[in-house]
């Protein structure tokens, strides 16, 4: 099965600064690649996802690129507030899969200090 | 209405006691998961109810079933836990099971096993 690797675990940043983490997937097959926020004690929501078809996709301050050739893709976040300090995960869908299966990474705790 | 709900939020067992989780969905959405997901963790796929069909993540013990009434409603009938089962436990739905669709988490049942 697919197998997601994401870096860095915690990564901590000032207010208005940028952020990105970086999430690799082993399955050549794998077209889609959701990215979850999880705030703590709530429910993990999408943020944003990108299709094997494309290479970036925006959305305001809030951007994921994808290298197909090098199996990786990233969440890159803009103008970060404190707001945007929750646990991140980034997951893939291998096509060969169980029906709608979703593999995640491990998870990256963004810290936005004031 | 993107919305999934999920009750009860918070339930404590003991090891004998046989319980239930709801989920539902009124999104018209054709697939919905059970996943589990431990502190600081990934969510961790257990159950995909799709078209009547179910997916099974094999490493999943049969103290937990899942039972799907309806197309909209889900339960996970838990029987004999573990303390290692403590967890909280999130119902998902997506439009199509293809793994390509945007799934929508409900804020999940957090259960303590004593």
């Known amino acids: 099965g697919e197998n997601v690797e994401q870096h860095p675990s915690t990564l901590s940043v000032q207010e208005g600064d940028s952020a990105v983490i970086k999430c690799t997937y082993s399955?050549?097959?794998?077209?889609?690649f959701p990215w979850y926020k999880q705030e703590l004690g709530k429910r993990p929501q999408l943020i944003i996802d990108?299709?094997?078809?494309?290479g970036e996709k925006k959305d305001q301050r809030i951007a994921v690129t994808l290298n197909k050739t090098a199996k990786h893709f990233s969440l890159h976040i803009t103008e970060t507030q404190p707001e945007d300090s929750a646990v991140y995960f980034c997951?893939?869908?291998?096509?060969?899969?169980?029906?709608?299966?979703?593999?995640f990474g491990r998870g990256t705790q963004l810290t936005v200090w004031p | 209405d993107t919305e999934v709900t999920q009750t009860p939020k918070h339930l404590v067992m003991g090891m004998t006691n046989k319980k239930s989780l709801k989920c539902e969905q009124h999104?018209?959405?054709?697939?919905m998961y059970w996943y589990k997901q431990k502190a600081k963790k990934p969510p961790e796929l257990m159950f995909v109810?799709?078209?009547?069909?179910?997916?099974i993540n094999e490493s999943v013990p049969s103290r937990f079933s899942p039972e799907c009434p309806n197309s909209s409603l889900l339960n996970l009938h838990l029987h004999a836990l573990q303390p290692e089962d403590s967890a909280l436990y999130l119902c998902?739905?997506?439009?199509?099971?293809?793994?390509?669709?945007?799934?929508?988490f409900g804020p999940g049942t957090r259960l303590l096993v004593l």
């Open positions: 998902a739905s997506s439009q199509e099971p293809s793994g390509q669709e945007t799934q929508y």
């Open positions: 399955d050549s097959a794998s077209n889609y």
């Open positions: 990108i299709r094997s078809n494309v």
């Open positions: 997951a893939a869908h291998d096509r060969g899969s169980t029906l709608g299966r979703l593999y």
């Open positions: 999104m018209g959405h054709r697939a």
């Open positions: 109810y799709s078209y009547e069909k179910l997916s």
